[in-house]
Structure formats: C-alpha cells, structure tokens
T-cell receptor, first 116, second 113 residues
Framework: DAGVIQSPRHEVTEMGQEVTLRCKPI?????LFWYRQTMMRGLELLIY????????DSGMPEDRFSAKMPNASFSTLKIQPSEPRDSAVYFC??????????????FGEGSWLTVV | DQQVKQNSPSLSVQEGRISILNCDYT??????FLWYKKYPAEGPTFLIS???IKDKNEDGRFTVFLNKSAKHLSLHIVPSQPGDSAVYFC????????????WGAGTKLIIKP
C-alpha cells in the first residue's frame, strides 16, 4: 500500500520565487497535516485539514504561505515569495480521523527546500 | 515554552544492550503519547504509543513507560540492534485536540557494533 507521497523531494530556488510543494495522502485517510522541520524550531504543525477543509492554519508563518486541498487525494503548500528563512524540510502527513481513538499519523518522506 | 523535552540530544549504546530514551513533559492535560523514529532523508515513522490511563505498553523489543506523577516517559529498546540507529521523537496530545501533537526535539540513538 502506497504511503504519503510528496513532491518534489528536493527544491532549490532563488529568493522571491514561488515554491509549490505537493502531497498525495494515503487513500482513505481524511486528515492531512503539513509540518515544517528546522534545526531551531523542530517539527511544527503548519496547517491541518479534515475532509478537505482547513481546520487550523494558526501555524502558517505568514501570508506568504498558503495551502489548499481541492480533493481528498491532493494538497499543495505554496510559498510566494520565498525567502532564505523558509529553507527547511516540509513534511506532509495523513491519518484516519486525526488522532481520535489512538490513531497515529503517517508521514511522507519530506520536501527539502533551500532558498538562496 | 517547551512542553515536551528530550534532554539528551544523542545517546550511544552497544549492540545487544538496552537503549533507554527519555522524555519529560510539563502539561498535565496530555493524554496520549507517541514515539516516532526517523532515519536521515526520510519522514518520521510511528513506533509505539501509550495512553495516559496506562503506565506501560509493549510491542516486541519496544516498551514505553509512563510515570504521570513525574511527567516522564521513557522508551526502552531491548536488545538494541544496528537498525535502531535513528533519531527518536517523543510527541504528546492534549485531550482537547484530536490533531495537535507537541513534539520533542529528538534524541539521536547510535548503536555501536
């Protein structure tokens, strides 16, 4: 069974450019998470979707960040314009109904973003 | 405000011995705890979890212990194997959220042959 699929795995872009990260959650999962991992702040939840609806976007750093989930099998995280401090690993994760009843979340392999 | 703390950035253990990874927390509202393992260039993978109503959960070589009075949990790996070398993250959920996990900074475990 396929896990969470993210693309691109690696992205190097120049400051000011738009970056779009993509995610395909595990089939049948109705909860989707976007996380960011940095050395300074560790793993941070950026946004949480349930049934394709954004439930909590309080972790999105600023207006330059936006996320969409047009259907149950696809989500994007967009940064426009990108800045060097956005350099990090971005993880997409999915689960069946969040963390209810002892569920766990399954992570993709991450998208490594470098903004120069 | 670090609600979940993993105070040891790294730990080195001889193959075959027991590895003990520790995690401390400050929020008494946490009701569910998880351990994840992460290899380089991969996403975290779920390892084992424990509910706050229990004090121990075991899965093969992995056992998690929860001491609520001390706000402390530990992950025991017995016996340690080379493939266990990875970064281990402790995470906690509060009872009023069904999606928010608070993560520790991770402990890098190195198993020496």
């Amino acid at each position: 069974d396929a896990g969470v699929i993210q693309s691109p795995r690696h992205e190097v872009t120049e400051m000011g450019q738009e970056v779009t990260l993509r995610c395909k959650p595990i089939s049948g999962h109705n909860s989707l998470f976007w996380y960011r991992q940095t050395m300074m702040r560790g793993l941070e939840l950026l946004i949480y979707f349930n049934n394709n609806v954004p439930i909590d976007d309080s972790g999105m750093p600023e207006d330059r960040f936006s996320a969409k989930m047009p259907n149950a099998s696809f989500s994007t995280l967009k940064i426009q314009p990108s800045e060097p401090r956005d350099s990090a690993v971005y993880f997409c994760a999915s689960s069946l109904s969040g963390l209810i009843s002892g569920n766990t979340i399954y992570f993709g392999e991450g998208s490594w973003l470098t903004v120069v | 405000d670090q609600q979940v703390k993993q105070n040891s950035p790294s730990l080195s253990v001889q193959e075959g011995r027991i590895s003990i990874l520790n995690c401390d927390y400050t929020n008494s509202m946490f009701d569910y705890f998880l351990w994840y393992k992460k290899y380089p260039a991969e996403g975290p993978t779920f390892l084992i979890s424990i509910s706050s109503i229990k004090d121990k959960n075991e899965d093969g070589r992995f056992t998690v212990f929860l001491n609520k009075s001390a706000k402390h949990l530990s992950l025991h790996i017995v016996p340690s194997q080379p493939g266990d070398s990875a970064v281990y993250f402790c995470a906690a959920r509060t009872g009023d959220s069904n999606y928010q996990l608070i993560w520790g900074a991770g402990t890098k475990l190195i198993i020496k042959p």
